[in-house]
């Protein structure tokens, strides 16, 4: 029992002197990251919606930007998500390293700030 109880107070005084900024830093990346990766599902869902030919490289530089403003859980979130996703495409739908490299070029310009209407092609309508 007492050790059970000296347990308990070390873990109280451990939890009370960690760093705050810290835990705060954590918190915000994780938030960051969650809307990331509904920046990336709203960049999806409209690509899917929009159904425009050539529009592809748009959606996936857009979804990037969204998601990298939000900071660097955003960034991460963006990172992973369109990592996998290409790796997926590559190896499942067949679609060619030239379209995943060209993909990846648009994913990387929306992270790195660029702006995602480099890619935007004629005729898409402004709802996107």
């Known amino acids: 029992m007492r050790l059970c109880v000296c347990f308990v107070l070390l873990s109280i005084i451990l ?8 835990i705060v830093r954590a918190g915000q990346f994780v938030r960051d ?3 990331g990766a509904w920046d990336m599902y709203r960049a999806y869902r409209d690509m899917r919606e929009a159904n425009y030919k050539g ?11 969204d998601a990298a403003r939000r900071g660097p859980g955003g960034a ?3 990172r992973v998500i ?8 590559s190896d499942v739908s067949g ?7 060209a993909d990846q070029e648009a994913n990387a310009w929306g992270r790195s700030g660029g702006d995602p209407n480099r890619y935007r092609p004629n005729g898409l309508p402004r709802k996107y």
């Open 82 to 89: 369109s990592d996998a996703r290409e790796r997926w495409q």
């Open 76 to 78: 991460w979130a963006a």
């Open 55 to 65: 529009a592809d490289k748009y959606f996936h530089a857009r979804g990037n930007y």
């Open 15 to 22: 939890c009370a002197s960690a760093d705050r900024p810290a």
């Open 33 to 35: 990251a969650a809307g």
């Open 95 to 101: 679609r060619g390293a030239e379209d995943t490299r």
